[in-house]
Nanobody
Framework: QVRLVESGGGLVQAGGSLRLSCAAS????????MAWYRQAPGKQRELVAT???????NYADSVKGRFTISRDNAKNTVYLQMNSLKPEDTAVYYC???????????????WGQGTQVTVSS
């Protein structure tokens, strides 16, 4: 069993910053790509940023230059540093990871429960 637990969400004024964390725990024999998604009320879940096991990153156009994704492989943790936040960044943020739960097994996708980020104007 694998759990992904997000933390760091909250209420912040426009222009402020937040740092989200997502820690994976359980029977883990490897993690490949990790990612952050978000879902605003009435909208579909959208990809925010991804990071590979080697550290290559990719961002949605809407957050480029403001958000930074990083990971600590020793801690099985992925981070999302969010700067210059805007009201349109308000959403529930979810982390996602490809996890191998057996030594020679395939990778399966796991999701966290989400953390609320609210940006006031």
């Amino acid at each position: 069993q694998v759990r992904l637990v997000e933390s760091g969400g909250g209420l912040v004024q426009a222009g402020g910053s937040l740092r989200l964390s997502c820690a994976a725990s359980g029977s883990i024999f490897g993690i490949n790509a990790m990612a952050w998604y978000r879902q605003a009320p009435g909208k579909q879940r959208e990809l925010v940023a991804t990071i590979t096991s080697s550290g290559s990153t990719n961002y949605a156009d809407s957050v480029k230059g403001r958000f930074t994704i990083s990971r600590d492989n020793a801690k099985n943790t992925v981070y999302l540093q969010m700067n210059s936040l805007k009201p349109e960044d308000t959403a529930v943020y979810y982390c996602n990871a490809g996890v191998r739960t057996r030594v020679l097994g395939d990778y399966s996708t796991y999701w966290g429960q989400g953390t609320q980020v609210t940006v006031s104007s």
